[in-house]
Structure formats: C-alpha cells, structure tokens
C-alpha cells in the first residue's frame, strides 16, 4: 500500500518542540460531560498491570462537574488540560501535541480496558518493530448489565489491507496502541470530519507498514442511554465516506490495485448499504441523503433503485410511500425486505 495520505490531517508539533516523557505510553482521553463515567473509565487506566503510563485528560468545555471529578482522584500521572468546546477530534490532537511518550492510546471518557490492555499491547509492538500499531478484540457492553459477543478480529496481515480497510473500520479508537512516531509522520486527526476521525487515522497509518494482531478481548465499549455520535447514522456513514474520498485522492493507486468496479463496490455500496439499514429501521431522513449520494453516483441494481429513486421525492410524499408499502407488507403484498442481499 502507498503511504501518501495526509488529506485533512492535522499535523503535529516537531518532536524537539515537546517535553519528553518518562512513561513509555500516553492515554489520551477527551472529556465532555462525562462525570458520570470518567472516573470508571481512569480507574480502568490505573488498573493497567503496566504501569509506565501518563493519561492525558482534556476537557472539552464540560459543563457538569467532570474536571473537579477528575482532579479528586489525585493520581500524579494524570494531566488535566483544558480547552473550550471544539470535539473531540479536536481534543484528541490537544493531547497528541502535549504527549511524549513512545506509544499512545486513546480512550474515551465512558469507555474502559482490561488490565492487561496495555501490557500486552506494548509487549506486541515490541516485539515487532516494524508493525505501526497493534489492535486487540473488544466487547461491547449495555446499560442493563448485559454484554455482546466478544469479538476478537482476525489477522489482517495474510489479507489485502488496502480493501480491507477500505471495506470499514476494523477496531474501535480503544482497541490499538500506536507509534507516536507513526502519527507524527501521517498527521493527527482530521478536525474537519463529524465523525469517522479514527476510521481516518487508521487508514493512513495502515498504510504505512505491518499490524500485529493481540487475540485477546482487552477493550470495552460502553453503550449508554446518553447521545453517543455512533447514533448519528447520517454524520457517522457520510464522515466515512469522506475518509475514504480523503485516502484515495492521496492515493491514485488505489483504483489501478482494485479495479474501478471493487473500489465501488468498497465506497459506494457502502454508502448504499448504510441508506438501507437508515431505511429498514425507518429512519428516512438518513436514507434519503445517503441514497441520493449512491444515485448521483449512478451505482446500485435496478432493485435498489426502487428503493432509491423515491428520494426524490419531497418528504412527505416518500413518507406516505413508505407507509403505503409497510401495510401492503402486512398483506404479503411488499418486496422482500432485505434487498442489499
């Protein structure tokens, strides 16, 4: 894979211009709002069976009680910046600028990792110098105390890393240790992005040489009754549909290694099949947006135009279409239900 993309990525200070740091890994973590969890998801940092780490918290404007939380927990390894309300794309750089460390991590305020996440991760990426990061499985859990499957992601090395990271995101922003010297080289994140920013990263440092895979469930992902931006359909399918535009302009390759027709199967028909789970769930505002993009792209079967052409229509007028076909559903009159098939 070239390694020639930067599109959009914020570039880091020069490493001269940092103070160094004793600790072998910075954590990185933006903080907004988050009193309710920040203080579970440092006590799961602080649990690390390795223990050379320095957290980096940047509050992004909060306006709960998040800072006096985390200054309550009187730990000398963590740091408290703060900035005014900007994102988290934007906080994240914040704390790559003032990080020092030869690896860097990054966890969410209401996110949390297995004690061994970074001592395993760290002996991983020591053990092989060449690889840019290493990633680990990962389990999402619920509010109700349930919890998924654990998922532990396959080897991608024996795979082609350009069509699999194409084809979507293979790890959570919580689920991989970095090179600092790798970031430093692609840019930070994409501050121009609503969402997608790790997807982004991940793309331009996959790039860049080998991944080590950790087979162990090391991340948690913590679902909430909060807003969480992987609610936003729309802001999450079209902020990767950008990072991949972002990532094949800087790399004109691309087409000639996957051929025209993969490359929109990758792009566009993921576009298309994000417009069908906005549809099948009735979100319609989502759907419309997202099939009008595939349409101007003039891709998808004629099947799929029949799902999408109504997107010209004013709303109102998709909406009683939509309803119209769900009762004639109910008769056993409708189209199967799962045309992305």
Known sequence: MAANSQAGATPLMPPSSRAPSAARVSVIMPCFNAEATIARAITSVQAQTFPDWELIVVDDGSADNSASTILGIGDARIRLLAQPNSGAAVARNRGLVEAGAEFVAFLDSDDTWHPEFLEQMVTALQASPAAVLAYCGWQNLYPDGSAGIPFVPPDYEPLDRLETFLGGC?????????????????????????????????????????????????????????????????????????????????????????????????????????????????????????????????????????????????????????????????KGNAPPSNPFC
Do not use: C
Not at 180 to 194: K, N, P, W
Not at 209 to 225: D, E, K, R
Not at 239 to 267: C, D, I, T
């Open 170 to 330: 293979r790890w959570p922003i919580h689920g991989a240790l970095v090179r600092r010297s790798e970031i430093q080289t692609v840019g930070a994140f994409d501050e121009t992005l609503q969402a997608s920013e790790d997807y982004d990263l991940w793309l331009r440092l996959v790039a860049r040489g080998p991944l080590v895979l950790v087979p162990a469930v090391l991340a948690y992902y913590h679902h909430h009754l909060g807003t969480q931006i992987t609610k936003n359909r729309q802001r999450v399918a079209l902020s990767h549909w950008m990072a991949q535009q972002n990532f094949l302009r800087e790399n004109p390759n691309a087409a000639l290694h996957l051929g025209k027709r993969r490359l929109r199967e990758l792009v566009i028909g993921e576009l298309l099949r994000q417009g069908y789970i906005s549809y099948w769930k009735r979100d319609l505002h989502t759907a419309r947006a997202l099939f009008k993009k595939v349409m101007r792209a003039g891709y998808g079967r004629p099947r799929d135009w029949f799902y999408m052409l109504p997107a010209i229509l004013p709303f109102s007028m998709h909406k009683r279409l939509v309803t119209w076909r769900d009762s004639n559903s109910q």
